[in-house]
Each structure stands twice: as structure tokens, then as C-alpha cells.
């Protein structure tokens, strides 16, 4: 038992996607997952392309049931979550059960997804929600990016280094 769970964490950590797939979650193609977390109904969890997630955990089911146990001992609530296409989670999210996420959405970090999210829309907050259309934040996000990824870790720091002790600070590159 131990063996296996040390097994399953190195892969969660070293193959990911793989990994997700392995204890049933239905995942698209160039998708990626940073320290992601699955509850107890992983094969309830479909998530389309090109979806990327940091320290996401996916609920399928409704906890809070426990107080009803005593009474109702075989009581649950077990919900379905779906992911759309061009999804990306910030650092911290939690997805809650019987929700849909459209194609071509941002949710904000730190956000509790606790119902359905429109496609090309912007989510934050707890419980998230929308706060704009995907259009607004390309605007904003294109005009204040620079065009550094496909810089070295040592050209972008001599960039950044140069770009912030200017105090230019905004622009591209």
C-alpha cells in the first residue's frame, strides 16, 4: 500500500497527464497540469485541449453530506465536472461538482469554481465569476506583454533587469 502510494505521487509529479488518465479522467490533448489533484470520482472529470492548471483540484462530490450520515448512511452527492477547450486555471483553484467551463476561459488564481462558466469570459473570486469578456483581457494582456519566452533564463534576466531598473516597466519588447 505504501509502495503504491509513493508510486502514484512520483507519477502525479513526473507524468501528470499521464497520470490523470490512469485513474480515469477524460484529458485532451497539449494539456498541462502542475500539481493537480483529483477527488474520489476521477472518471467524472472530462477536460478538452490545450488546458493548462497549476495546483488545481478537481471535487466531484458534495462533502458536506457528512452531517446528514448518521440519518442517511448511504447518502452522496456526485456531480460531473467538464473543462472546455484553451482553459487556463491560475495557481490555487478549486472546481466544484456539476460544474461546466466553456472554451476559452482564464480562471483567476485562488478561485472556487461553484457553477457553470461561460466560454471566452474571464473568472475570479470566491465563488468566481465573471468580470469580463476574453476580449477585454487580450486587449489589456497583449499591450502590456513583452516577448520574452522564447528568451534563456540568463537573456530574459539581463531584459527584465534592464527593462525594470529603467522604470519603463510596461511595453513589449
Known amino acids: 500500500m505504501l509502495i503504491r502510494r509513493i508510486y502514484s505521487a512520483l507519477r502525479r509529479r513526473l507524468d501528470p497527464i499521464g497520470y490523470a488518465r490512469s485513474i480515469g479522467v477524460t484529458v485532451g490533448e497539449r494539456c498541462r497540469f502542475i500539481d493537480v489533484t483529483f477527488s474520489t470520482e476521477p472518471y467524472l472529470v472530462r477536460i478538452g485541449n490545450h488546458v493548462s492548471a497549476t495546483k488545481t483540484h478537481f471535487e466531484t462530490h458534495d462533502g458536506g453530506v457528512w452531517v446528514f450520515r448518521d440519518e442517511n448512511p448511504a447518502i452522496d452527492i456526485v456531480k460531473p ?7 487556463y486555471f491560475g495557481y490555487g483553484c478549486i472546481v466544484l461538482p456539476g460544474v461546466s467551463i466553456g472554451n476559452n476561459v482564464v480562471v483567476g488564481a485562488g478561485s472556487v469554481v461553484t457553477r457553470d462558466i461561460p466560454s471566452n469570459s474571464v ?4 465563488p468566481a465569476r465573471v ?10 494582456t497583449l499591450a502590456a506583454a513583452h516577448q520574452t519566452k522564447h528568451l ?3 537573456k530574459k534576466r539581463h531584459y527584465f533587469t534592464k527593462v525594470y531598473s529603467s522604470g519603463e516597466g510596461e511595453g513589449h519588447s
Open 81 to 87: 465536472i467538464t473543462v472546455g477547450n484553451n482553459v
Open 131 to 140: 468580470i469580463k469578456e476574453l476580449s477585454e483581457y487580450a486587449e489589456t
Open 123 to 126: 473568472s475570479v473570486g470566491v
Open 152 to 154: 534563456s533564463p540568463a
